[in-house]
């Protein structure tokens, strides 16, 4: 089964900075990855699917990239409302498998 | 409106047996999947199972298989989850999802997600 890691696991960094997460699967799953937020007491939310597109609504301060086994997901500008946790999922046939998480918090 | 609407939170004792809840509303339920996310305290989510309420077909992840059943109730738009001996590490946040399939690129994901459904288990 395919395996996922993130790192860092957390981070803390000032409004405006630019944030970049990286995650890896354990093998090529070319870009059947997306990526989650959720906030503190809430249901996670999709945020990027297929690696790079990003959901309808979602701020174009995020974005995602990446494809094979090595992906980032990027906050351009950090803003107060983005305190969450990121998963990325990555996804084969009906078998799905989250990343361990990174903790964004505000310096 | 594409909607999950889990049962409220649940607290029982080991041994015993529990059935969460699932109501879908504002799409197709029998044409998609639903899936179970499993967050323990203070940790991440991993992936339970998911069924397709059509035909009641379900897969789970090797970590939960004969540990929990997911079923659906077409009549009722309504997916579950059931432990039939509940165990103190069991108490948890359990999320029910819609896995969203694209046709044509073949791209899926959950979206969107229930509430949570919190259970404690506790002598």
């Known amino acids: 089964d395919i395996q996922m890691t993130q790192s860092p696991s957390s981070l803390s960094a000032s409004v405006g900075d630019r944030v970049t997460i990286t995650c890896q699967a354990s093998?090529?799953?070319?870009?059947?990855l997306n990526w989650y937020q959720q906030k503190p007491g809430k249901a996670p939310k999709l945020l990027i699917y297929d690696a790079s597109n990003l959901e309808t609504g979602v701020p174009s301060r995020f974005s995602g990239g990446g494809s094979g086994t090595d992906f980032t997901f990027t906050i351009s500008s950090l803003q107060p409302e983005d305190i969450a946790t990121y998963y990325c999922?990555?996804?084969?046939?009906?078998?799905?498998?989250f990343g361990p998480g990174t903790k964004v918090d505000i310096k | 409106e594409v909607q999950l609407v889990q049962s409220g939170a649940e607290v029982k004792k080991p041994g015993e047996s529990l059935k969460i809840s699932c109501k879908a509303s504002g799409y197709s339920f029998t044409n998609n999947w639903i899936g179970w996310v499993r967050q323990m305290p203070g940790k991440g989510l991993e992936w339970m199972g998911i069924i397709y309420p059509g035909d009641s077909d379900a897969r789970y992840n090797p970590s939960f298989q004969g540990q929990v059943t997911i079923s659906v109730d077409k009549s009722i738009t309504t997916a579950y989850l059931q432990w039939s001996s509940l165990k103190a590490s069991d108490t948890a946040m359990y999320y029910c999802?819609?896995?969203?399939?694209?046709?044509?690129?073949?791209?899926?994901?959950?979206?969107?997600w229930g509430q949570g459904t919190l259970v404690t288990v506790s002598s």
């Open positions: 999802a819609r896995r969203f399939y694209q046709l044509g690129s073949g791209s899926n994901w959950f979206d969107p």
């Open positions: 999922q990555q996804y084969d046939n009906l078998l799905f498998t």
């Open positions: 093998q090529d799953i070319t870009n059947y």
